[in-house]
C-alpha cells in the first residue's frame, strides 16, 4: 500500500504550484499528471502579474526571467471609428513591479516549477500516471487508484486529494458537486501566424464576418484565436480554409500579406469553450481547484491566473491541517469560502461579455446593441486613464490578491 499526505491530481498550474508550496512546507506532497510531458499545443501561455509576484516571493524570478518570454502590457481592441484599435487596458501603467503580463509557453513554466519542487525532500511528481477513480471509506475520499502509460495499477492512499485535472476532472463525475452550466455562444478556433516588424504590439483584437478574433504577440508569431458560433466548426470547416483566411485579412487588414500563410485545416485546432462551476467544491477528504472547480471561459484570459490563485489560498488554508495529520470539512470549506466570490464575480463579467459583445457580433449584429454604445465606451477609454486602469488591474490580479503560507517563501 502506497501512502501520502496530499494526493495531487493533475500537473498543471495549479497542481505544480500547490505541490511547491506544500512541500516547501513540509508537507507530504505526490503529485499524478497523466501526460509523459508538459508539452501542449495551444495551451494558456500567460503569466500574469500576481504569479509573477508569486515567483518572486518563492525566489524564482530570476530563474523565470531566463526563459525566453514575450511581456505583454497594452489589451487593444476595435472600438474606434471604422474599427479602428483602441486601448482598453493598459497594465505598463500600474505602478507596480510587474505591470506586464510574460508570454511564456507553459511546458517552461510547469517545467521550472517541476524542478524546483524536486529539490524538496517531501515532493515527489509521477508522470505518465493517471488517476482512474477515487477510494472511498465511510463516505471520505481517502487517495486514487491510478494507471500508468504501461498499464501497470495500484492505490495511492492520502490524508487530502486535491482535483486538479482540469474540466474533464474525475471529480466532475460526483453528483454531489454539482455541476452548473452557462450557456457559451462560441467557440474557438487557435492556429499561428507569422509576425511582422511594423505589426501592433501586445494583445490584439478584431472583428470580423460572424467572428471575433484575438492575437497574442508572442515575437516571431502570433498565436490566434477565431471565435466562431457554437457548434458551428464542421459547417465553417467545409466552407474551405481559404474563405476563412480571406475573411480572417478582411477583418484584420494588417495581416493581409499571411492570407496563405496556413496551409491545411490539421493547422487550426479547436477549443470546445465551456463556462460553468461546480456548487461545492470538495467533500470529506477531497478539494477541487482551478478549471476542476470551475471551467472558465477564454474572455479576459485569466484562467491560469485564477487557478494559481486558488493553488495559492489551498496552501494558506490547508498547511497546518496537513501538517497535524487531520483535514476536516471545516478545512476545505475554507478554500471554498475564499475563492468563490472571486469566481463567481468572473464568471458573471464573463457572462456579460458573452451577451453584450460576442454573441451580438457572432448572429451579426453590433456590440452593445448600438454602434454609437461602442463609439461611446471607445472615448470613455481614450480620455479616463482611471477607467483604462480598473481592466488593468482585473487582468493583472483578479478581483483578490492571495498571498502563500510563510513557510513556503523564500
Given at each position: 500500500?502506497?501512502?501520502?499526505?496530499?494526493?495531487?491530481?493533475?500537473?498543471?498550474?495549479?497542481?505544480?504550484?500547490?505541490?511547491?508550496?506544500?512541500?516547501?512546507?513540509?508537507?507530504?506532497?505526490?503529485?499524478?499528471?497523466?501526460?509523459?510531458?508538459?508539452?501542449?499545443?495551444?495551451?494558456?501561455?500567460?503569466?500574469?502579474?500576481?504569479?509573477?509576484?508569486?515567483?518572486?516571493?518563492?525566489?524564482?524570478?530570476?530563474?523565470?526571467?531566463?526563459?525566453?518570454?514575450?511581456?505583454?502590457?497594452?489589451?487593444?481592441?476595435?472600438?474606434?471609428?471604422?474599427?479602428?484599435?483602441?486601448?482598453?487596458?493598459?497594465?505598463?501603467?500600474?505602478?507596480?513591479?510587474?505591470?506586464?503580463?510574460?508570454?511564456?509557453?507553459?511546458?517552461?513554466?510547469?517545467?521550472?516549477?517541476?524542478?524546483?519542487?524536486?529539490?524538496?525532500?517531501?515532493?515527489?511528481?509521477?508522470?505518465?500516471?493517471?488517476?482512474?477513480?477515487?477510494?472511498?471509506?465511510?463516505?471520505?475520499?481517502?487517495?486514487?487508484?491510478?494507471?500508468?502509460?504501461?498499464?501497470?495499477?495500484?492505490?495511492?492512499?492520502?490524508?487530502?486529494?486535491?482535483?486538479?485535472?482540469?474540466?474533464?476532472?474525475?471529480?466532475?463525475?460526483?453528483?454531489?458537486?454539482?455541476?452548473?452550466?452557462?450557456?457559451?455562444?462560441?467557440?474557438?478556433?487557435?492556429?499561428?501566424?507569422?509576425?511582422?516588424?511594423?505589426?501592433?504590439?501586445?494583445?490584439?483584437?478584431?472583428?470580423?464576418?460572424?467572428?471575433?478574433?484575438?492575437?497574442?504577440?508572442?515575437?516571431?508569431?502570433?498565436?490566434c484565436a477565431a471565435l466562431i458560433p457554437k457548434g458551428t466548426d464542421s459547417r465553417r470547416r467545409a466552407a474551405g480554409l481559404e474563405r476563412f483566411m480571406a475573411d480572417f485579412t478582411a477583418a484584420?487588414?494588417?495581416?493581409?500579406?499571411?492570407?496563405?500563410?496556413?496551409?491545411?485545416?490539421?493547422?487550426?485546432?479547436?477549443?470546445?469553450?465551456?463556462?460553468?462551476?461546480?456548487?461545492?467544491w470538495h467533500r470529506p477528504g477531497l478539494l477541487c481547484i482551478g478549471d476542476a472547480a470551475h471551467a472558465m471561459s477564454p474572455v479576459f484570459g485569466i484562467g491560469i491566473n485564477l487557478a494559481v490563485?486558488?493553488?495559492?489560498?489551498?496552501?494558506?488554508?490547508?498547511?497546518?491541517?496537513?501538517?497535524?495529520?487531520?483535514?476536516?470539512?471545516?478545512?476545505?470549506?475554507?478554500?471554498?469560502?475564499?475563492?468563490?466570490?472571486?469566481?463567481?464575480?468572473?464568471?458573471?463579467?464573463?457572462?456579460?461579455?458573452?451577451?453584450?459583445?460576442?454573441?451580438?457580433?457572432?448572429?451579426?449584429?453590433?456590440?452593445?446593441?448600438?454602434?454609437?454604445?461602442?463609439?461611446?465606451?471607445?472615448?470613455?477609454?481614450?480620455?479616463?486613464?482611471?477607467?483604462?486602469?480598473?481592466?488593468?488591474?482585473?487582468?493583472?490580479?483578479?478581483?483578490?490578491?492571495?498571498?502563500?503560507?510563510?513557510?513556503?517563501?523564500?
Amino acid at each position: 500500500m502506497e501512502r501520502t499526505t496530499c494526493c495531487v491530481v493533475g500537473g498543471g498550474p495549479a497542481g505544480m504550484v500547490l505541490g511547491l508550496l506544500l512541500a516547501r512546507a513540509g508537507v507530504k506532497v505526490t503529485v499524478l499528471e497523466k501526460h509523459g510531458d508538459f508539452l501542449r499545443d495551444f495551451r494558456g501561455d500567460t503569466v500574469h502579474p500576481s504569479t509573477l509576484a508569486l515567483l518572486d516571493e518563492l525566489g524564482l524570478a530570476a530563474r523565470f526571467a531566463r526563459l525566453p518570454q514575450r511581456r505583454v502590457t497594452t489589451v487593444q481592441l476595435p472600438l474606434g471609428p471604422d474599427r479602428s484599435l483602441v486601448t482598453v487596458a493598459d497594465i505598463g501603467a500600474l505602478r507596480d513591479t510587474y505591470n506586464y503580463i510574460a508570454m511564456v509557453p507553459q511546458r517552461d513554466l510547469l517545467n521550472l516549477l517541476a524542478d524546483e519542487a524536486r529539490r524538496e525532500p517531501f515532493f515527489s511528481v509521477r508522470m505518465s500516471t493517471e488517476a482512474t477513480s477515487f477510494l472511498v471509506e465511510r463516505g471520505r475520499v481517502t487517495g486514487v487508484r491510478y494507471r500508468t502509460s504501461d498499464g501497470r495499477t495500484g492505490e495511492l492512499r492520502a490524508t487530502l486529494t486535491v482535483a486538479c485535472d482540469g474540466r474533464g476532472s474525475l471529480a466532475r463525475s460526483l453528483p454531489e458537486l454539482g455541476l452548473r452550466r452557462f450557456t457559451c455562444p462560441m467557440d474557438a478556433w487557435w492556429f499561428r501566424l507569422p509576425r511582422r516588424e511594423g505589426d501592433p504590439r501586445g494583445l490584439v483584437g478584431g472583428v470580423g464576418d460572424r467572428f471575433l478574433t484575438a492575437m497574442i504577440d508572442r515575437g516571431d508569431y502570433w498565436q490566434c484565436a477565431a471565435l466562431i458560433p457554437k457548434g458551428t466548426d464542421s459547417r465553417r470547416r467545409a466552407a474551405g480554409l481559404e474563405r476563412f483566411m480571406a475573411d480572417f485579412t478582411a477583418a484584420v487588414p494588417w495581416l493581409e500579406d499571411r492570407e496563405h500563410a496556413l496551409r491545411s485545416w490539421d493547422e487550426v485546432k479547436l477549443l470546445d469553450v465551456r463556462l460553468d462551476r461546480l456548487r461545492r467544491w470538495h467533500r470529506p477528504g477531497l478539494l477541487c481547484i482551478g478549471d476542476a472547480a470551475h471551467a472558465m471561459s477564454p474572455v479576459f484570459g485569466i484562467g491560469i491566473n485564477l487557478a494559481v490563485e486558488d493553488a495559492v489560498a489551498a496552501a494558506r488554508y490547508l498547511v497546518q491541517p496537513l501538517r497535524g495529520g487531520a483535514v476536516g470539512l471545516q478545512d476545505v470549506r475554507a478554500v471554498q469560502r475564499r475563492r468563490w466570490p472571486t469566481t463567481a464575480l468572473t464568471q458573471a463579467l464573463q457572462r456579460i461579455a458573452h451577451a453584450r459583445v460576442i454573441e451580438p457580433v457572432l448572429a451579426g449584429r453590433p456590440p452593445f446593441g448600438d454602434p454609437r454604445r461602442a463609439q461611446r465606451m471607445s472615448e470613455l477609454l481614450t480620455t479616463s486613464r482611471w477607467l483604462n486602469r480598473v481592466p488593468a488591474y482585473f487582468l493583472a490580479y483578479g478581483a483578490v490578491r492571495e498571498r502563500p503560507p510563510t513557510a513556503s517563501v523564500r
